[in-house]
């Protein structure tokens, strides 16, 4: 059913339906979050999950776009603001784990739909990620902040360090990201600016 033809209450509903389908997958898996198991998380039947979205898939896909819709509109204004490149790129180290820190379930949900879809619709996730950090990277090396450096390795390596961070989340919740963002944004600076 198209957006622009929905009530508030059916808008309502697949928010609460896709909340409920972040929190299954957070919490019990991709494999494990079944229909039914989001419905009982929801308070609902099956029935009603497939009426406002058709099936797994489509839920599946809502859950992504909302992922993503949360993380843009958190980050991209952020990055946006900035002056430098210097700036730009500790804004999107920074922005991305206090994305992790206030919206822990969302990221995780996110991460299990893009490891079990490793050819499907979600696999290109992680090259849009690097493809946008590269404009960062390209930027400070135009402006001269940057030091001269392969920047599809470079921004291989910043991912890296950021998307080894969901994983961790999992096994230890209540970790303070503050220490890691703090470091972070150290080690890439240095290892992006150039010499005095």
């Not at 991209?76 to 210097?86: L, S, Y």
Request: proline content about 4%; glycine content about 6%; some cysteine.
């Amino acid at each position: 059913m198209p957006s622009e033809s929905r009530t508030f209450i059916e808008e309502a509903r697949r928010a609460q339906i896709i909340d409920c389908a972040i929190d299954a997958l957070a919490t019990l898996g991709y494999q494990q979050a079944s229909m039914t198991k989001i419905a009982k998380l929801a308070k609902i039947s099956p029935g009603v999950i497939s009426y406002h979205f058709g099936g797994k898939d489509e839920l599946i896909k809502a859950v992504v776009t909302h992922v993503v819709e949360l993380a843009v509109g958190l980050m991209v204004p952020r990055i946006m603001a900035q002056t430098t490149a210097a700036a730009a790129l500790t804004a999107y180290i920074e922005s991305n784990l206090e994305f992790m820190r206030l919206h822990r379930n969302a990221l995780i949900a996110l991460v299990e739909v893009i490891l079990h879809d490793r050819d499907g619709p979600y696999s290109g996730q992680q090259e849009t990620a690097l493809t946008d950090l590269e404009k960062v990277l390209d930027w400070g090396q135009q402006t001269g902040e940057f030091r001269d450096f392969d920047q599809r390795s470079m921004a291989i390596a910043i991912r890296g360090a950021i998307d080894a961070v969901p994983t961790y989340l999992i096994s230890n919740p209540d970790y303070d990201l503050g220490a890691l963002t703090t470091e972070l944004t150290t080690i890439f600076s240095l290892a992006t600016r150039r010499p005095a």
